[in-house]
């Protein structure tokens, strides 16, 4: 586990302390969820160790694990914001599609590393403004605009690479996902992820941004009376996802040393179930960075094991279904019985 | 990849082969056809030499990767070469409604010839019949219409051949080694094509009976899913002496992936033909040592047949009188032995 858990206060949340803030007693509440996911992702280590203890209980599979997570990781942080304000993003997939294009084009490519960088992060900041303006000051219904900007961005992804694979020849961006890049055997981009989830926890939980969020999320009325200026505050949100976009885009042209119009396919999808499933609240308000980062954990951890028992595609889906269904209900009883 | 077509290859066995390596040969050259007809045959066969005008229309799908962009450039590079050919090409779209409409259009315009590679080839076989009840014949592309009369000639690929060729290749190379260890990163799962190719594969590799299919995983045909299966299938397999990857466009990840684990210690083999992997073939320095083919240039064939019909012609080199009404192209193995052959074919 890279993220950072914050530690678990089951004890308290028994007794409801009534603290000053709000959001303090959901944290509480957050915190018996985390457990249970914590307890699906245990039982799921088992399974894989005694199915498969030489590959799936070794270091380079955790590194694997990681590393596949990381892509759609930075996604979920920025996601899980804009779930608890209240919003939806369902451009994410998309913006990470256009992003790893842009940056990939041969033209991009010439300024090398940083060109690479810059490209991929500007260009998900730009379609998440987008997102913003549209939804905080032209009053747009979040699920209508970043819909519009999943087509427009997967559309203007396929125009610039005409369909083709776009490979990176830079080798200072092949190189940062190379065994060689490792730092004390933490990828680098594992690194990346962990940083970006210390810095949405701690963003969510201990500053005014993040309170401002879910105070947006929990009543927009209530927050603008509060003196919040919900449009801003959506604004910024929708960048913040978009730059997150941006950041996974690097990560994939890394891992996959490539940039294509498919990248990024349905990753919407997969950053609103972790989130889910870690129990934030589609209609928002509530949510932790900690909850969707272990749901992102547990869907690979899923997609690991299935692999390494080389089960096919059909079965995997089947118990992926299922198994998203039993960790929310496992989480759900434990938070209605404590 | 979506290339979608059933196997009718079985009916029409070995002259369809033939037929089908006989065409993909013209699109590489140009032959004089004419000169090596049979003797005491003197249909009119086609030819390079300007006959009466013939106006094409195709209609084809989004190319959004690299084979079907291949499709539509093989397509209009041919009907360039022909001077009495003229090329009415739509934009492709993934929709089927929209692709009907389209193909209406074209049916409208009286052009004399359509040549179709359907979004979905059940969904359009309507238009397709529309198009032969009007009185013009269809030559289907690839992914096959629901009845023989929605088209007047099919022509596509082979991807239970496509398996099996990857399949005895493999085997051969690995043949008197006992206990071998072959895995299997296959295409999209949803796709009929992808239980085709896997089931040409494995009944190849029966006739191999030290080797053993130890694993498979599907991916997407994208760099992405590539990259990450891969990377799982070389985390569950320790050693392996053989690997056939359906597709290059995914094989792009794969390769990726083998490279991030720095395995280097089997033979892999491709599918499809991206120039890339064509590229990497000749520089012969890593895993990847073929790869079979799902040719492009099926769409030049298609537009050789489309004004052969147009012009009222049977093929160059085969005695019949009519096109023949199914073609199924030969998957064939690409190694460094042939690979400058098919460079110029290779798609990005």
Redesign the interface.
Known sequence: MTQPVSPPRDSTAKVPEAPPPAWRGLLARADVRTLSLLGVLAALIVVGGIT?P??FL?T??LQ?VL??ASVVGVVTVGMTFVIVSGGIDLSVGAIVALASVWATTVATQEYGFAGILFTAIIVGVGCGLVNGVLIAYGAMVPFIATLAMLASARGLA?QIT????Q?VTVPSVLDL???DAYVLGIPPLVLVFAVVTIIGWLVLNRTTFGRRTVAVGGNPEAARLAGIDVRRQRLYLYLLSGLCCGIAAFL?IV????G??????LYELDAIAAAIIGGTLLTGGRGTITGSVLGVLIFFTI??IF????L???VQQIAKGAIIVAAVLVQRRTASTT | MTEITSRRGLLFGAAAVSAGALLTGCTSNEPSESKDEPAGNNQPAADDKPGKQVTIGFAGPQADHGWLNAINDNAKDRAKKYSDVTLEITEGSNDTAQQIGQIETLINKKVDVLVVLPADGKALTQVGLKAMRAGIPVVNLDRIFNTPQAYRCWIGGDNYGMGLNAGHYIGEKLKGKSGARVIELAGLDNLELTKQRTKGFDDALKNYPNIKKVARQAAEFTVESGQAKMAQLLQAQSKFDALWNHDDDQGVGALRAIEQAGRDDFLMVGGAGALSAFQAIKQDDGVLKATVLYPPTMAASAIDLARALGQGKGIGGMAEFEIPSSITLYSAVVDKTNVDQYMSTGFK
């Not at chain 1, 005409?162 to 694979?165: E, L, N, P, R």
């Not at chain 1, 294509?260 to 396919?265: A, L, M, S, V």
């Open positions: 498969k030489d590959e070794d380079r599979n694997l590393t596949q396929l005409d369909g083709k694979t490979i996902g190379e065994r994939l891992l996959s040393g490539s294509q119009n498919t990248n990024g396919n997609t690991n692999a390494l028992n080389n096919q595609s059909d």
